[in-house]
């Protein structure tokens, strides 16, 4: 969308890396999470000299939004290399990013206009020369991004049907704690991944108010999971261990039984889906299908 990151050692098109063995990211991979060419419209800003980031992070937190859509920052630090902005550090270059797309709208002209013009008051405030981007070329990216978003949000549920009478959500409660889900404060049930994410989310279909329910939802928000994790694989077994322990039978929306033949050819689907994301440099469940789809 811009001028391509001067100095980066990585690679701008590759997928932001996970943690390293010793759980410390680099500052170049850090800085290209943040602004990322792949989802971002690039904002280089020239400095008039090297700029010290205690003195950068006030204004910069000036423009961290436009409409829904978050705007990061990183600099070409004395090393030689960009990464995120800080206190201590010390900076020649900074690069602005814009997201293009979020799950639910794309970047708009109303949105970059506003952008631009924030953008040009911000810079005059650091004594920064800021390139903008054409705004032609910025809204066919987006409109394509979020095209791509749109066709890949994809979320999976399976349900629980009671075989007998409604269950009571007290008794609910602890059977779904034994199974290891976690409560959370918005009453959202959710099957943690141990790493402070989670797998999927179970909904009991009924109002905070009501006491008994015949119907449990699994749903796997299925871009948001990264498939070494098999999250459809884990929601299934979950479902097959919660049929014995609540009399239960698993049915699809249409309330008809879900065969093991028919979950199969479903998982397959998911790992087609896993594929086309990878193909596009945005596997599920990575920093820049996290961005995309949060």
């Not at 910069?60 to 939004?65: N, P, S, V, Y």
Request: hydrophobic letters at 45%; aromatic letters at 6%.
């Amino acid at each position: 969308v811009a001028a391509e990151f001067e100095s980066d050692p990585a690679d701008p098109t590759a997928p932001p890396a996970a943690p390293h063995a010793s759980g410390v990211t680099p500052a170049a991979e850090q800085a290209t999470a943040l602004v990322d060419p792949l989802i971002d419209c690039l904002l280089p800003l020239a400095l008039e000299g090297p700029a010290r980031g205690d003195k950068l992070l006030p204004v910069l937190q000036t423009l961290r939004m436009v409409g829904n859509k978050p705007v990061h920052y990183i600099g070409l630090a004395v090393s030689g290399e960009w990464e995120p902005i800080v206190h201590g550090g010390v900076y020649t270059k900074l690069q602005g990013g814009v997201q293009l797309a979020s799950r639910s709208t794309a970047l708009n002209e109303l949105e970059y206009s506003e952008l631009v013009t924030r953008l040009r008051a911000m810079a005059d405030e650091i004594g920064a020369e800021p390139e903008i981007p054409d705004m032609i070329e910025v809204m066919a990216e987006a409109r394509n991004l979020h095209r791509f978003v749109a066709g890949h949000d994809a979320q999976l549920g399976v349900n629980l049907q009671t075989n007998g009478a409604p269950w009571a959500i007290t008794t609910l409660l602890g059977a779904l704690e034994k199974q290891g889900f976690d409560v959370r404060p918005d009453g959202r049930y959710v099957m943690p991944d141990g790493e402070g994410g989670h797998l999927f989310s179970l909904s009991t279909n009924v109002t905070l108010a009501e006491e008994t329910t015949p119907r449990l939802t699994l749903l796997l928000d299925v871009p948001c999971v990264a498939p070494s994790r098999d999250g459809f694989g884990a929601m299934v077994a979950c479902a097959k261990s919660l049929v014995g322990r609540l009399d239960a039978t698993i049915v699809d929306d249409y309330n008809q039984p879900l065969s093991d033949a028919s979950l199969a050819e479903i998982a397959g689907q998911v790992q087609d889906f896993y594929a086309e994301m990878n193909d596009a440099d945005i596997p599920a469940g990575s920093i820049r299908a996290l961005r995309l789809f949060s």
